[in-house]
């Protein structure tokens, strides 16, 4: 069935530095891939979406790139910031056909060192 | 910026009791849905709906769940037959398109007691 796995389940970096998050997803029919930060209680917050027929996209401090062949997509997050902690979630979707649901990762837990 | 906005934020229902969790999506959005997330854990899709018809569901979603749109804002999940089970942070989320990011609400964290 549709997966998507997520590593690491943890992540630790001192402020200033780099975070990669990354996701694989199993349905090599999903086409949109949307990035979520959830802090602690609060709503996972849309961050930065990828679609499938772009490699890459930036804004500001975090980028996503997406690896077709490999079925990979992954999460850079440059000069960290203590308000960078929270969970992030990936997700995958298979936008124009007859579903548009989300499937999930499982989360990382960034903490981000001041 | 509009928000998808969630009421009550907390419920806590007895065992076998029925709840209706509350959502009023973002004003001019056409696609909502319902997902929920068991403490620690990811994530899952609910249901989604469209045109006042659900358009897709989960095996999750059996006879115990139901989703209605009773006026032009509200969107509500009906939750019968309660089982601690059901024990999770429910969000709503609202898209403006078929292919359009979804945006949640903060949630309604339900605990069966």
């Known amino acids: 069935g549709e997966n998507v796995e997520q590593h690491p389940s943890t992540l630790s970096v001192q402020e200033g530095d780099s975070a990669v998050i990354k996701c694989t997803y199993s349905d090599s029919a999903s086409n949109y891939f949307p990035w979520y930060k959830q802090e602690l209680g609060k709503r996972p917050q849309l961050i930065i979406d990828i679609r499938s027929n772009v490699g890459e996209k930036k804004d500001q401090r975090i980028a996503v790139t997406l690896n077709k062949t490999a079925k990979h997509f992954s999460l850079h997050i440059t000069e960290t910031q203590p308000e960078d902690s929270a969970v992030y979630f990936c997700a995958a979707s298979k936008h124009g056909g007859a579903t548009n649901k989300l499937i999930f990762g499982t989360g990382t837990l960034l903490a981000v060192q001041p | 910026e509009p928000e998808v906005t969630q009421t009550p934020s907390h419920q806590v229902t007895q065992m076998g009791q029925e709840v209706i969790l509350r959502c009023v999506p973002i004003?001019?959005?056409?696609?909502f849905y319902w997902y929920r997330q068991i403490l620690g854990q990811k994530v899952e899709f609910l249901v989604s709906?469209?045109?006042?018809?659900?358009?897709?569901k989960s095996e999750i979603f059996d006879d115990q769940f139901s989703v209605e749109r009773p006026d032009g804002s509200n969107f509500t999940l009906k939750i019968r037959s309660t089982k601690l089970e059901d024990s999770a942070m429910y969000f709503c989320a609202s898209s403006a398109g078929f292919n359009q990011p979804q945006h949640f609400g903060d949630g309604t964290r339900l605990s069966i007691l």
């Open positions: 709906f469209y045109n006042n018809e659900i358009s897709e």
């Open positions: 004003s001019n959005h056409l696609y």
